[in-house]
């Protein structure tokens, strides 16, 4: 078992990895290695180095197993070091990160790379999601608390936090009970990036495992009471809470009453997680530019109308719609309607469900994609495709879809779940059939004003999403949390 130190810092223009076996008993000889990777520092930065305290280890160590005991035994030369973005942070947030994988990892990045209070993240890999739920506070508080030792060396920053965050993959309520006394009184920001009542079972699900969930949706509500603030990610993610829990509280013993809801909105806010404009706006310009183009024999643009899928290959994505879609587009082809071809971009699973099986059985000689790529390929995919479709039957916002559509992609989406929040209520049902305009051209433009201001407008809707903008709203309300304890201790 192994992971990786990500040494980043950027006043001395050094950014390396290391490798770092877990159970290295004498951290010496890796001291040399690191301290021989680090060029010489000025007396100032050596000052502003010491002063600062950034944790910058990309989840690597704690989120692959490393205690904090071995990070505090690594010279903090390593783990600490202002960036010029950072150096003039006053404002030192610690955050845990129960899931980090998938989105979880993008939104975490996003916050590092945009964020300008001082985060230091604490990671698990993502994986046991039930076992997350209930586990991971107690993991961390036990890591904390192993960071905090003596040693001879300065103790590891976590208890100059000044606020809390964490996502909704742990119970927060157990994380504020059991983290060392100084830190419970940090204002906590709960990040609720799904919920565990929306969140489908599997197909065929016994009554027993529904009754278990039903559980895990109490440990939402426990760590919504814990919280200073909630921040969902989608209005849809806080009504479909509100109206599940609901739902789960008509069955119980004894009532719970109303208030709860109350208190739920009063410490709610909606705020988009970070979407990466430039990275997806960048894959575009190289499409542009002739990169991972289409043609016919001729050199010129084919006719083909090309749709992504950029779905999980799971259950909840609706694998039975696509494959009835997908009978229809070759219906309609055979009576001269449009020829569509299907790039599916989502990532696959070791158990396919049946319906994508039949859909890439049938369908073989008109999907042109079915693999998960590369991130730099896969965008180059997404630019060279002319609408992105969902078939969902959960999704708490859409990320692959919003970073579809920044990409140029027209909107095929069902009126539920989170869409109509990404886009206007005029682009909700659109499909190739019922094109208003938006025809593949040799430029992918749309071709009627119409479909060119509808596009303006998408592109308008999905701007609280620009990774700055996200990070922003974010730190917004981190300040404000506290800013507000520090009102109430001096009342």
């Given at each position: 078992m192994t992971?990786?130190?990500?040494?980043?810092?950027?006043?001395?223009?050094?950014?390396?990895?290391?490798?770092?076996?877990?159970?290295?008993?004498?951290?010496?000889?890796?001291?040399?290695?690191?301290?021989?990777?680090?060029?010489?520092?000025?007396?100032?930065?050596?000052?502003?180095?010491?002063?600062?305290?950034?944790?910058?280890?990309?989840?690597?160590?704690?989120?692959?197993?490393?205690?904090?005991?071995?990070?505090?035994?690594?010279?903090?030369?390593?783990?600490?070091?202002?960036?010029?973005?950072?150096?003039?942070?006053?404002?030192?947030?610690?955050?845990?990160?129960?899931?980090?994988?998938?989105?979880?990892?993008a939104v975490r990045r996003s916050i590092e790379h945009h964020g300008t209070m001082g985060w230091h993240f604490l990671t698990l890999p993502g994986r046991s999601p039930k076992w997350r739920l209930r586990h991971?506070?107690?993991r961390f508080s036990e890591l904390v608390r192993d960071g905090m030792g003596g040693g001879?060396?300065?103790?590891?920053?976590?208890?100059?936090?000044?606020?809390?965050?964490?996502?909704?993959?742990?119970?927060?309520?157990?994380?504020?009970?059991?983290?060392?006394?100084?830190?419970?009184?940090r204002p906590l920001i709960l990040s609720m990036h799904e919920n565990q009542i929306a969140y489908p079972t599997s197909d065929g699900g016994k009554a027993v495992d529904r009754d278990r969930d039903a559980h895990l949706a109490f440990t939402n509500l426990a760590s919504i009471e814990a919280a200073d603030r909630v921040v969902w990610n989608s209005r849809w993610?806080?009504?479909?809470?509100?109206?599940?829990?609901?739902?789960?509280?008509?069955?119980?013993?004894?009532?719970?009453?109303?208030?709860?809801?109350?208190?739920?909105?009063?410490?709610?806010?909606?705020?988009?997680?970070?979407?990466?404009?430039?990275e997806v706006e960048d894959a575009t310009v190289l499409h542009n530019n002739g990169e991972d183009s289409y043609s016919?024999?001729?050199?010129?643009?084919?006719?083909?109308?090309?749709?992504?899928?950029?779905?999980?290959?799971?259950?909840?994505?609706?694998?039975?719609?696509?494959?009835?879609?997908?009978?229809e587009a070759w219906r309609r082809e055979q009576?001269?309607?449009?020829?569509?071809?299907?790039?599916?971009?989502?990532?696959?699973?070791?158990?396919?469900p049946d319906a994508l099986k039949t859909l890439l059985e049938r369908h073989d000689s008109r999907v042109e994609q079915a693999a998960s790529l590369p991130r730099r390929d896969y965008l180059q995919r997404l630019a060279a495709c002319d609408w992105v479709l969902s078939t969902a039957t959960h999704e708490f916002f859409g990320l692959a879809v919003a970073e579809a559509l920044i990409a140029g992609c027209r909107p095929w989406l069902p009126d539920r779940l989170s869409y109509p929040e990404l886009v206007p209520t005029d682009a909700i049902g659109l499909d190739p059939w019922s094109d208003p305009g938006w025809n593949a051209t040799d430029e992918r433009k749309p071709t009627t004003p119409e479909a060119e201001s509808l596009q303006a407008r998408i592109r308008a809707r999905l701007e609280p999403a620009r990774a700055a903008n996200a990070v922003k709203r974010l730190e917004t309300i981190v300040q404000a949390s506290i800013d507000a304890a520090v009102d109430e201790t001096n009342s």
């Amino acid at each position: 078992m192994t992971a990786v130190a990500h040494v980043k810092q950027e006043f001395l223009g050094l950014e390396r990895s290391i490798v770092v076996d877990d159970g290295l008993q004498d951290v010496r000889p890796f001291n040399r290695v690191l301290e021989s990777m680090i060029p010489k520092e000025s007396a100032e930065h050596r000052a502003e180095r010491h002063e600062g305290v950034r944790r910058d280890l990309d989840g690597g160590l704690v989120g692959h197993g490393t205690s904090l005991r071995e990070c505090r035994r690594i010279p903090r030369t390593v783990f600490f070091g202002p960036s010029r973005r950072l150096r003039a942070m006053s404002t030192r947030v610690l955050a845990f990160e129960a899931w980090d994988a998938g989105s979880h990892r993008a939104v975490r990045r996003s916050i590092e790379h945009h964020g300008t209070m001082g985060w230091h993240f604490l990671t698990l890999p993502g994986r046991s999601p039930k076992w997350r739920l209930r586990h991971a506070a107690l993991r961390f508080s036990e890591l904390v608390r192993d960071g905090m030792g003596g040693g001879g060396e300065p103790p590891f920053p976590l208890l100059d936090a000044d606020a809390i965050v964490a996502t909704g993959m742990l119970s927060a309520s157990d994380l504020r009970a059991t983290l060392p006394r100084p830190l419970r009184d940090r204002p906590l920001i709960l990040s609720m990036h799904e919920n565990q009542i929306a969140y489908p079972t599997s197909d065929g699900g016994k009554a027993v495992d529904r009754d278990r969930d039903a559980h895990l949706a109490f440990t939402n509500l426990a760590s919504i009471e814990a919280a200073d603030r909630v921040v969902w990610n989608s209005r849809w993610n806080l009504e479909s809470f509100v109206t599940g829990m609901r739902n789960i509280l008509s069955h119980a013993p004894e009532p719970l009453g109303g208030r709860w809801e109350d208190r739920l909105r009063d410490r709610s806010v909606v705020v988009p997680p970070p979407v990466e404009f430039d990275e997806v706006e960048d894959a575009t310009v190289l499409h542009n530019n002739g990169e991972d183009s289409y043609s016919g024999e001729d050199g010129r643009p084919d006719d083909l109308i090309r749709v992504a899928w950029p779905h999980r290959w799971e259950h909840d994505k609706g694998c039975d719609e696509f494959l009835r879609l997908a009978d229809e587009a070759w219906r309609r082809e055979q009576d001269g309607g449009p020829a569509i071809r299907w790039v599916i971009l989502g990532q696959p699973r070791q158990t396919v469900p049946d319906a994508l099986k039949t859909l890439l059985e049938r369908h073989d000689s008109r999907v042109e994609q079915a693999a998960s790529l590369p991130r730099r390929d896969y965008l180059q995919r997404l630019a060279a495709c002319d609408w992105v479709l969902s078939t969902a039957t959960h999704e708490f916002f859409g990320l692959a879809v919003a970073e579809a559509l920044i990409a140029g992609c027209r909107p095929w989406l069902p009126d539920r779940l989170s869409y109509p929040e990404l886009v206007p209520t005029d682009a909700i049902g659109l499909d190739p059939w019922s094109d208003p305009g938006w025809n593949a051209t040799d430029e992918r433009k749309p071709t009627t004003p119409e479909a060119e201001s509808l596009q303006a407008r998408i592109r308008a809707r999905l701007e609280p999403a620009r990774a700055a903008n996200a990070v922003k709203r974010l730190e917004t309300i981190v300040q404000a949390s506290i800013d507000a304890a520090v009102d109430e201790t001096n009342s």
